[in-house]
C-alpha cells in the first residue's frame, strides 16, 4: 500500500478525495489532517497566503513526513501556487490540488472554462493557470465563481451546490473547449456534466495520479 497524506483546509474536499481512492487507486492508503483554521485565514485576508497559514501548512506537512507518508496532497486549491516552495519542506513528494488539471489543458485545450466555488481561490486559481501559460502553452481561461455553492454545501444542501455548479459549467461550455472543476469538492457535481459537448476535467484522479507518478520517478 502506498500512504498518502491528504492535508485539507475543509472538510467538504474529504469525501472526494476517499471516493476517489475507493473506486480508482485501490492500493492507496489515504491520511487526513484537516485544518479549517487554513480556509478561514485564507478568507480573511481576501485570497491571500499571509506567512501565518504557510507556516500552518508546513507545520502539517511535517507531521505528514513523521508519520511516513510516501506522498502527500494539498486537497485545497488556495495553496497551490506554494507547491513548489512547500516542497522544499518535505522529503515525500508533494502535489497541489489543481495543477495537473491545468498542466493537461494547457497541452490539450486553447481556451477552457473554470469553475470556482470557494471565492478566495480565484486569485490562487488565475496564479496557477499563468504559471501553466508559462511553462507549457498558452490558453485562455474564463475562470468564473459559482457563487453560494460552496456555502450551500457546507451547510448541507448539496442539490443547490450541485445546482449553481452545473449552470456555471453549461454557461462555460458553451464559449469553451473544456471545463476545469478547480475544487475538489465539485467531484459531486461531475455526474450531473455528462451531456456537456466538451471535456470536463475534475481534480481528485488528475492530482492523485499526478502525486502517485512523483512517488514511483522519486523511488528510481
Known amino acids: 500500500m502506498t ?3 491528504v492535508i485539507s483546509a475543509t472538510r ?6 476517499e471516493q476517489t481512492a475507493a473506486r480508482q487507486f485501490p492500493n492507496v492508503e489515504l491520511v487526513h489532517f484537516l485544518d479549517e483554521s487554513m480556509s478561514l485565514m485564507a478568507k480573511q485576508s481576501g485570497g491571500r497566503i499571509t506567512p501565518s497559514n504557510l507556516c500552518r ?11 511516513g507518508a510516501d506522498g ?3 486537497s485545497c486549491t488556495i495553496f497551490s501556487p506554494y507547491a513548489e516552495i512547500l516542497q522544499s519542506f518535505s522529503e515525500a ?4 490540488a489543481d495543477v495537473a488539471a491545468f498542466e493537461k489543458a494547457a497541452e490539450l485545450y486553447k481556451k477552457i472554462g473554470v469553475v470556482v466555488t470557494f471565492e478566495p481561490t480565484l486569485l490562487s486559481v488565475k496564479t496557477v493557470v499563468d504559471n501553466c501559460n508559462a ?3 498558452p490558453v485562455e481561461a474564463d475562470i468564473r465563481l ?5 456555502e450551500a454545501l457546507t451547510q448541507g444542501d448539496e442539490e443547490t451546490h450541485i445546482r449553481l455548479i452545473c449552470s456555471c459549467a453549461e454557461a462555460l461550455a458553451k464559449d469553451c473547449d473544456a471545463v476545469v472543476l478547480s475544487q475538489m ?10 451531456h456537456l459537448k466538451v471535456p470536463v476535467l475534475s481534480t481528485p484522479a488528475l492530482s492523485m495520479e499526478a502525486l502517485l507518478d512523483k512517488i514511483k520517478r522519486s523511488q528510481l
Open 3 to 5: 500512504k498518502l497524506a
Open 135 to 137: 511553462k507549457i502553452a
Open 12 to 17: 467538504v474536499s474529504l469525501e472526494p478525495v
Open 146 to 150: 459559482a457563487k453560494g455553492a460552496f
Open 93 to 96: 513528494p508533494l502535489a497541489a
Open 57 to 67: 501548512m508546513v507545520g502539517h506537512i511535517h507531521r505528514a513526513n513523521v508519520n
Open 72 to 74: 502527500i496532497l494539498l
Open 185 to 194: 469538492s465539485q467531484l459531486r457535481a461531475l455526474p450531473m456534466l455528462s
